[in-house]
């Protein structure tokens, strides 16, 4: 059973910037993706970002330039800096996996294909 643990969001004013990672237990090395997704009270479950295995990113419109998801394999630990940050960007960050052979950018639209998720952790940007 993987488990995915997120760190400690946090509260920052706008222009700000934070860091978020999810560590990856009892992990397969058979992952395709590697996602943060977000949920507000405004907005439902949006895709922000993956990264794949050939390391290969892509991201919502809504953070493109601002935000960088990277990971770091011998640490099976995944991150996402998010930098720029505005009150819209406000929400509860999860990360999830897909354990199984998946064309990435499918998932950014369709969470509910990933097959893990992290407990998920809030991030408040202040205006």
């Known amino acids: 059973q993987v488990q995915l643990v997120e760190s400690r969001g946090g509260s920052v004013q706008a222009g700000g910037s934070l860091r978020l990672s999810c560590a990856a237990f009892?992990?397969?090395?058979?992952?395709?993706?590697m996602n943060w997704f977000r949920r507000s009270p405004v907005k439902k479950r949006e895709g922000v970002g993956f990264?794949?295995?050939?390391?290969?990113?892509n991201y919502a419109d809504s953070v493109l330039g601002r935000f960088t998801i990277s990971m770091d394999a011998a640490k099976n630990t995944l991150y996402l800096q998010m930098n720029s940050l505005q009150p819209e960007d406000s929400a509860m960050y999860y990360c999830?996996?897909?354990?199984?052979?998946?064309?990435?950018?499918?998932?950014?639209?369709?969470?509910?294909?990933?097959?893990?998720w992290g407990q998920g952790t809030q991030v408040t940007v202040s205006s």
């Open positions: 009892e992990y397969t090395s058979s992952w395709s993706c």
């Open positions: 999830a996996t897909k354990t199984t052979p998946l064309d990435c950018n499918r998932s950014l639209r369709r969470p509910a294909l990933m097959d893990y």
């Open positions: 990264i794949d295995r050939d390391g290969s990113t």
